[in-house]
């Protein structure tokens, strides 16, 4: 008898800690929909107080982490959005968002190097998911690697032929970069 109330005590701790960080997560997203990055930052980090494995009332572990990283790197904190994108990569190498926003980071950095080992691994771990082969397509055809280029683009497209993601915009500019790598 003691153990089902120790066990039921534990439940309802557990759930009050979980609603907790899921009402933190909701009051910072809605402060990034608005753009309000640096109020956003203090509820991300109270949800992560409540929940150190940062599910943000989602199944994806370390999505608050992420969604840190972001706040932060829109706000201009490039080394906080950094150790936060770094972070939510540890808790689950399979989400493939903190590594996308961390190549753009380091894009916006100069730092192409970076970025394309980022979305090397992001291929790696998540072999369908268009916007690294997009990414990682643009990048080599800016130095000039037009082969590499052309097989991330057409692999984006192949893709894209199955998932329909892509936008129109997007899917114009990458059948017209492909052309001009045909002449």
Same mark, same amino acid.
């Given at each position: 008898?003691?153990? #089902?109330?120790?066990?039921?005590f534990?439940?309802?701790?557990?759930?009050? *800690?979980? +609603?907790?960080?899921?009402?933190?997560?909701?009051?910072?997203?809605?402060? *990034?929909?608005? =753009?309000?990055?640096?109020?956003?930052?203090?509820?991300?980090? &109270?949800?992560?107080?409540?929940? !150190?494995?940062?599910?943000?009332?989602?199944? *994806? &572990?370390?999505?608050?982490? =992420?969604?840190?990283?972001?706040?932060?790197? /829109?706000?201009?904190?490039?080394?906080?959005?950094l *150790?936060?994108?770094?972070?939510? #990569?540890?808790?689950? /190498?399979?989400?493939?968002?903190?590594?996308?926003?961390? $190549? $753009?980071?380091?894009?916006?950095?100069?730092?192409?190097? =970076?970025?394309?080992?980022?979305?090397?691994?992001?291929? /790696?771990?998540?072999?369908?998911? #268009?916007? =690294?082969?997009?990414?990682?397509g643009?990048?080599? !055809?800016?130095?000039?690697?037009?082969?590499?280029?052309?097989?991330?683009? +057409?692999?984006?497209l192949?893709?894209?032929?199955?998932?329909?993601?892509?936008? $129109?915009?997007?899917?114009?500019?990458?059948?017209?970069?492909?052309?001009?790598?045909?002449?």
């Amino acid at each position: 008898m003691k153990f #089902i109330f120790l066990y039921l005590f534990l439940l309802v701790s557990l759930t009050a *800690v979980g +609603q907790k960080s899921i009402e933190h997560c909701e009051k910072a997203n809605d402060a *990034v929909s608005r =753009g309000e990055y640096h109020k956003a930052i203090p509820s991300y980090l &109270k949800s992560i107080k409540h929940d !150190h494995e940062g599910y943000c009332g989602t199944k *994806v &572990k370390g999505k608050a982490h =992420g969604d840190l990283g972001y706040a932060y790197f /829109r706000a201009g904190d490039s080394l906080n959005a950094l *150790v936060y994108y770094n972070r939510a #990569i540890q808790l689950n /190498r399979h989400n493939p968002f903190p590594r996308v926003n961390k $190549a $753009a980071l380091f894009l916006m950095q100069k730092n192409q190097r =970076g970025a394309i080992r980022e979305l090397d691994e992001l291929i /790696r771990y998540n072999p369908t998911f #268009i916007d =690294g082969y997009v990414q990682r397509g643009f990048i080599h !055809h800016s130095e000039k690697q037009y082969e590499k280029s052309k097989a991330d683009l +057409q692999k984006a497209l192949s893709l894209d032929s199955t998932q329909h993601v892509l936008p $129109a915009p997007l899917l114009t500019s990458i059948s017209k970069r492909l052309e001009q790598m045909e002449d």
